[in-house]
Nanobody, 126 residues
Framework: VQLVHPGAELKNRVASVKGSCKPSGYTFSVHYIDWVRQVPRQGPEWMARIDPENGNTKYAQQYQGRVTFTTDSFTNTAYAEMANLRSEDTAVFYC????????????????????WGQGAQVAVSS
């Protein structure tokens, strides 16, 4: 299983950036994909999750409205676009294959990622 990040696409010269993640080695639609950022000397920060089977998404509150997570089922690729970039957004961004565990009442109780992309560095300067 691999998750690969091709180079990020800078849009509108500065304002937003779009990254991609192309998993391989498993059926794309079967597993959730998480988008995570990491700043040096800090732990990973979860940003968003997508279900490739139906496109349903969930975002961390601080990224709601700034990050858009989509998938392309023809190319089996996940895309994350972040708008209104700020210098504090500088980080390495990763996608990860993620398993979720649910209770009988369908409440999610656990999430675990087992394979990660190599990461894509985004540096934002003011």
């Amino acid at each position: 299983v691999q998750l690969v990040h091709p180079g990020a696409e800078l849009k509108n010269r500065v304002a937003s950036v779009k990254g991609s993640c192309k998993p391989s080695g498993y059926t794309f639609s079967v597993h959730y994909i998480d988008w995570v950022r990491q700043v040096p000397r800090q732990g990973p920060e979860w940003m968003a999750r997508i279900d490739p089977e139906n496109g349903n998404t969930k975002y961390a509150q601080q990224y709601q409205g700034r990050v858009t997570f989509t998938t392309d089922s023809f190319t089996n690729t996940a895309y994350a676009e972040m708008a209104n970039l700020r210098s504090e957004d500088t980080a390495v961004f990763y996608c990860a294959r993620t398993f979720l565990r649910f209770r009988r009442d369908k409440k999610m109780v656990a999430a675990q990622s087992d394979f990660w992309g190599q990461g894509a560095q985004v540096a934002v300067s003011s």
